[in-house]
């Protein structure tokens, strides 16, 4: 709520602040028990610690890799609902200057059907399309039907690509499908 005026704060998405990395980092590591397999998520969260993980989101923020690399935080208002993260694409078959990607994108499961991940996916297409990209592509776990039901809703269509991530020892896999959209 606004002290001066006494209306609530509405809710918004925009660059994340330095200050809000912790927030970024903890919300980060909380999601990765929802959408990970159990196995994997418990790798991840032992193989890097909260600090660690709230230096690089600071970094980020403050010291992007690449000028088109941005975090974007979504807020009820009051706090750090979700976030994404938008840059150049990084696949082999991804053209230079012309194709942008998601690469996180995260809403807190206890503030979803809010209409926050639609502001944020919005935000993201906007930013991208600003940042001068054509198409836009987002990696999505192949057993998250939700996020890539939200995403297909959007506009979003798979585009047959798939891959396969998880730790060097490959003990642990994860399959994903890459969704495309034109900006």
């Known amino acids: ?6 209306e609530p704060t509405a809710a918004s998405v925009r660059l994340a602040w330095p200050a809000e990395a912790s927030d970024i980092a903890v919300l980060q590591r909380r999601s990765w028990a929802v959408q990970w397999p159990a196995e994997l998520a418990e790798l991840m969260l032992a193989s890097v610690s909260l600090a660690d993980m709230v230096d690089t989101w600071r970094q980020a923020i403050e010291r992007p890799p690449e000028a ?38 995260v809403v807190d499961p206890a503030a979803q059907h ?8 919005n935000a993201c297409a906007d930013t991208l399309r600003a940042d001068g990209f054509d198409h836009a592509s987002c990696w999505v776990n192949a057993s998250d039907d939700a996020l890539r039901r939200f995403l297909t809703v959007a506009g979003w269509a798979a585009d047959r690509a798939t891959r396969e991530i998880g730790p060097e020892d490959e003990s642990v896999r994860l399959k994903q499908v890459r969704l495309h959209t034109s900006l």
């Open 1 to 6: 709520m606004d002290a001066a005026s006494r």
């Open 68 to 105: 088109a690399f941005r975090v974007l935080a979504a807020t009820d208002g009051q706090r750090v609902v979700g976030f994404a993260t938008t840059m150049p694409s990084q696949d082999e078959d991804a053209e230079r200057g012309k194709d942008g990607a998601i690469d996180q994108f």
């Open 114 to 121: 809010q209409g926050h991940g639609s502001r944020l996916l």
